[in-house]
């Protein structure tokens, strides 16, 4: 069967959930993973969702701030949600769910990693600590990193873009959250501890730039394209060779009251 998965960063799903069902009709993935949902579990939209066929449903959120959730049209077998750097701050869930024809459950993480504030040094700014943090605690999450045949994906808004063509310019955002060195090289630690498989950078090469988030500052998004690599998509090794299709839906930066972030989709043969 063929898999399709896409995560986003919404911005508010009650906001956007108009935005939201424009996008699951005319894509249909099997899975849709949002962060930043920033609403209360009592709160979510359950109905419209079902009514757009993704009757299974994985909250984590609160009242303003934060929330991920895993939306899906296939039965979830269980849902679990992990706490980072002692705060309930809903920044994490994961479902496992049967796919394809294989009797190994499909293991999925769902993150919104802290964005870190405007002042890149953790002696000065709480909030950039906070993130350096919570990288160092993904690194040593080993319930976190999959093992041997593990069927895992990891996606979700890791507000870091790692490497030189995930930013506009690298040389003007060294020292700008989200692409400093201390971030990229922890960010990578983190995928490097678990061998996970980064599906933009193995389907796009890295002399390539990649964006999947433009700021609200911009005038005009389109004319300056200063755009960052944010969100993410990783599969365990076993399933590097199952990948079939990666997509970045620009166009929806341009939609009516858009998020800044865009949704990004991989398609896996299971």
Not at 65 to 94: E, M, Q, W
Not at 180 to 188: H, M
Not at 230 to 251: E, G, K, Q
Request: aromatic share 8%.
């Amino acid at each position: 069967m063929n898999f399709t998965l896409t995560t986003w960063n919404i911005n508010s799903v009650r906001l956007r959930i108009e935005l939201v069902a424009k996008f699951l009709k005319a894509r249909r993935p099997d899975v849709l993973c949002l962060q930043e949902t920033k609403c209360p579990d009592d709160a979510f939209p359950l109905k419209r969702f079902k009514r757009l066929g993704y009757e299974h449903i994985a909250l984590n959120g609160q009242k303003g701030y934060h929330g991920v959730a895993v939306i899906s049209k296939i039965p979830l077998l269980s849902s679990d949600i992990r706490t980072f750097c002692d705060n309930i701050d809903s920044r994490h869930i994961s479902v496992a769910l049967n796919a394809g024809d294989s009797v190994t459950p499909l293991v999925l993480h769902n993150f919104y990693v802290p964005a870190g504030g405007d002042i890149p040094d953790p002696a000065l700014n709480p909030k950039f600590l906070h993130k350096l943090s919570f990288l160092d605690e993904m690194k040593a999450c080993a319930p976190l990193h999959p093992t041997g045949d593990a069927r895992h994906i990891l996606v979700g808004d890791l507000n870091v873009a790692p490497h030189e063509n995930d930013v506009w310019s690298h040389k003007q955002l060294l020292k700008v959250v989200s692409h400093t060195p201390i971030e990229c090289e922890k960010l990578l630690a983190v995928q490097r501890e678990g061998h996970w498989v980064d599906v933009a950078r193995e389907r796009i090469p890295l002399s390539e730039k990649v964006y999947t988030w433009w700021s609200y500052r911009a005038a005009d998004w389109t004319l300056a394209d200063r755009g960052r690599r944010l969100d993410h998509i990783w599969v365990s090794p076993a399933l590097r060779d199952c990948l079939r299709d990666f997509t970045i839906t620009r166009d929806a930066r341009g939609w009516e009251r858009p998020s800044d972030h865009v949704p990004v989709t991989v398609t896996l043969e299971l």
